[in-house]
């Protein structure tokens, strides 16, 4: 593993500062809180109020599970409550957030993620706190049912001038351009306060989207909209930055044969629709995810190699990091579905929070000869809290095995190799039999070898291949469980 990634020394290089996801840093800085108005015409949540330093914050609504003729297999809006509540604003220094619930005590409050290290202080039904870095919160009254998502955003750096040709600029308001074309050298931006209803399609080079308001898909039903929220298709050096997505119709950002995709503080608050994917690289090159919150129904991250046969369709040099990642009812991480690439490999999936799941949070599953290998997953807490209706299926913590399904056109298996699993928390109310590890090969020529569990607990219980939440199957080889400390 230590040749990994050598083509992203570049990446590294450029993005020098890496976020942890505490909010509070020690920081001597002078406060500064800059508010965005939400448009007049936009309904917004009852449910909460929220003040910074003292100034009113607008909460917006997200809608879920709102499909019609919803199928057995769909998520059902009783599984997770009705519509929740998000709200941003931008700081720097130190800022007191006050928050009142209007409609659901707080003795049972929970603020996620938990390396949050907040102190808050309860006080009837308003909690309040301090922060003074960046962050990402999901404010939990009742677990996931009906939350307040708060986005806690640094100020923004030269955002581009709204004159500038290359420039396509929405200010504060509701705009409805349905769908947007961007090509080589354009940027498109969205302000604060902002509404913008329709698709994006990106082909090209060069490319910019970026700003702080709302790109929004809830005026179409599920599969119906404009292409797709954000559609790469053949594009090159793109840049996503700081923009919230609500409500997509599909696959919300799909990543088609394109070539370094910097993916930065964006904000997904989807799950209105079944196949809603976060984010899809799909045979593509150097992407890079880092400090974005994710919240689908289904998966949130899925790698996928659709196509064979251009010069390069291999799914590599993928880094997804500080990222909070909520999946409704799918999956967290997949990798290998829809897929017939030759190589899916060198990807790393690090210092990352689950903080809501019900499938398999890592599902690695190759087909079509395809190869997953030279993968690192490291530092990552995973929250189950098994809800009641529709709640925690029987599916793994990690599921490895090479397989044949339904998406294949080659009905045959693929492999899997040289993975390691680093620090990996499994947290919540234990409960015997749900989400063990699983590794299982498909046949003596399409097998799962080298792989190393390095310190993975389940509920505070450190695996090792003897663990009754350990299962290893025929068809593999070199799997390993260690505890860094017998290095």
């Keep these: ?17 890496i976020a942890s996801h505490s909010c509070n840093n ?3 800085a002078e ?27 607008d909460i917006y609504l997200a809608k879920i599970a709102e499909v019609e003729d919803l199928q057995d297999w769909m998520l059902q809006p009783e599984d997770v409550g009705g519509p929740y509540s998000f709200s941003y604003f931008d700081f720097s220094g130190e800022v007191t957030v006050k928050i009142t619930s209007l409609k659901k ?20 039904n308003t909690v309040t706190f301090t922060i003074n870095k960046p962050c990402k919160l999901s404010i939990e009254p009742d677990g996931r ?11 923004e750096i030269n955002p581009p001038d709204k004159e500038d040709d290359n420039v396509i600029y929405f200010g504060p308001g509701i705009h409805k351009p349905e769908k947007i074309e961007l090509s080589s050298g ?5 302000a604060g306060g902002a509404i913008v209803k329709g698709g994006v399609a990106v082909s090209g080079e060069n490319i910019k989207i970026m700003g702080r308001g709302i790109l929004c898909g809830n005026d179409w039903q599920w599969r119906k909209g404009p292409g797709r929220m954000i559609g790469m298709n053949e594009a090159r050096n793109v840049v996503v930055d700081g923009i919230i997505l609500r409500g997509s119709w599909s696959w919300t950002i799909p990543i088609y044969n394109s070539d370094s995709v910097s993916i930065n503080n964006i904000k997904l608050v989807c799950s209105k629709n079944p196949n809603d994917d976060g984010i899809n690289p799909c045979n593509s090159q150097r992407i890079y995810i880092r400090d974005c919150f994710i919240r689908t129904d289904d998966d949130c991250i899925a790698m996928k190699g659709i196509r064979l046969g251009s010069e390069n369709d291999n799914v590599e040099d993928i880094v997804v990091e500080n990222c909070l990642l909520w999946a409704d009812r799918a999956r967290v991480f997949l990798l290998g579905h829809e897929s017939r690439a030759k190589y899916m490999r060198n990807i790393v999936l690090r210092d990352l929070d689950i903080l809501h799941f019900n499938m398999t949070p890592f599902l690695f599953e190759p087909g079509e000869e395809m190869s997953i290998e030279n993968v690192i997953v490291e ?12 709640g925690a299926r029987e599916f793994n913590l990690i599921s490895l095995r090479p397989v044949v399904n339904q998406y294949m056109h080659n009905k045959v298996p693929g492999k899997i190799s040289n993975l390691e699993f680093r620090n990996i928390s499994l947290t919540g109310e234990e409960r015997e039999g749900k989400y063990p590890v699983l590794v299982a090969g498909a046949d003596p020529e399409h097998q ?4 190393t569990f390095d310190n993975v607990t389940w509920f505070g219980h450190l695996l090792d291949e003897d663990s009754p939440q350990v299962s290893i199957e025929d068809h593999t080889e070199n799997i390993r469980f260690i505890h860094s400390a017998d290095r």
Excluded: C, W
């Design 1 to 17: 593993m230590k040749k990994l990634f050598h083509s992203q020394l570049v990446i590294y290089v450029l993005i020098s500062l």
């Design 26 to 28: 020690t920081s001597d």
């Design 31 to 57: 406060s500064e809180v800059i508010i965005y108005p939400a448009p007049e015409e936009e309904i917004l949540s009852e449910d909460y109020t929220i003040e910074v330093n003292g100034k009113p914050v």
């Design 105 to 124: 005590p707080l003795d049972q409050l929970v603020i996620r993620p938990l390396s949050s290290e907040l102190n808050p202080v309860v006080d009837g």
């Design 145 to 155: 049912i009906e939350p307040l998502l708060l986005f806690a955003n640094p100020p």
């Design 186 to 190: 354009q940027t498109l931006y969205i």
């Design 379 to 390: 530092n990552v807490t995973a929250y189950a809290d098994y809800p009641e209706q529709g």
């Design 448 to 451: 799962v070898t080298d792989v």
